[in-house]
T-cell receptor
Framework: NAGVMQNPRHLVRRRGQEARLRCSPM?????VYWYRQLPEEGLKFMVY????????ESGMPKERFSAEFPKEGPSILRIQQVVRGDSAAYFC?????????????FGPGTRLTVL | AQSVTQLDSHVSVSEGTPVLLRCNYS??????LFWYVQHPNKGLQLLLK??????LVKGINGFEAEFKKSETSFHLTKPSAHMSDAAEYFC??????????FGTGTSLTVIP
């Protein structure tokens, strides 16, 4: 059973471009979480999704950021018109249905650098 | 509401000496608690977890943590530090709605 997969592992964008980060949860997991780790800071929750539904997006910036987890395919975190402050490591995690005592299991992260 | 406080942002120990990384939590119900480790330029790895079974939890790489409800603590310990233990450690508590709350992390330095 492969772990949580994230790609790309490293992403470089210029200011104003779009960044798309992908996360494939572990097999059988339908809960996906996105976290951001800014330099010198801890992990910050961004959004919690289940298949085709956003459950909690209280940690998402109001503008330029969006996330989806379609019925088929990976979860996508999309950042439009990136700025230098978006440079960070973005981690995806997944967990089995409705059992908060297991996991979450984390992916290796995508390190976004905005030039 | 749930929250996590990691009391030390940086801890330095000499190789071969004990490690103590402190974590306090607040939760309105019996939580599940986790410790994760992040090595430089690596993803997060689960060290151990507490889910209302035994209060002393053993994890990988010789780490263990004790859940103390009366103190609302879940401190991470290891009897003897190794150079490879140098990393960032995160304490995590689960909340309602399958939400997870992270501490700000403790950076562990191991001095040879």
């Amino acid at each position: 059973n492969a772990g949580v997969m994230q790609n790309p592992r490293h992403l470089v964008r210029r200011r104003g471009q779009e960044a798309r980060l992908r996360c494939s949860p572990m097999k059988g997991h339908s809960h996906v979480y996105w976290y951001r780790q800014l330099p010198e800071e801890g992990l910050k929750f961004m959004v919690y999704l289940q298949k085709e539904n956003i459950i909690d997006e209280s940690g998402m910036p109001k503008e330029r950021f969006s996330a989806e987890f379609p019925k088929e395919g990976p979860s996508i975190l999309r950042i439009q018109q990136v700025v230098r402050g978006d440079s960070a490591a973005y981690f995806c995690a997944s967990s089995p249905d409705g059992t908060s005592g297991r996991g979450p299991f984390f992916g290796p992260g995508t390190r976004l650098t905005v030039l | 509401a749930q929250s996590v406080t990691q009391l030390d942002s940086h801890v330095s120990v000499s190789e071969g000496t004990p490690v103590l990384l402190r974590c306090n939590y607040s939760s309105s119900y019996s939580p599940s608690l986790f410790w994760y480790v992040q090595h430089p330029n690596k993803g997060l790895q689960l060290l151990l977890k507490y889910t209302s079974a035994a209060t002393l939890v053993k994890g990988i790489n010789g780490f263990e943590a004790e859940f103390k409800k009366s103190e609302t603590s879940f401190h991470l310990t290891k009897p003897s530090a190794h150079m490879s233990d140098a990393a960032e450690y995160f304490c995590v508590v689960s909340g309602t709605g399958n939400q997870f709350y992270f501490g700000t992390g403790t950076s562990l330095t191991v001095i040879p």
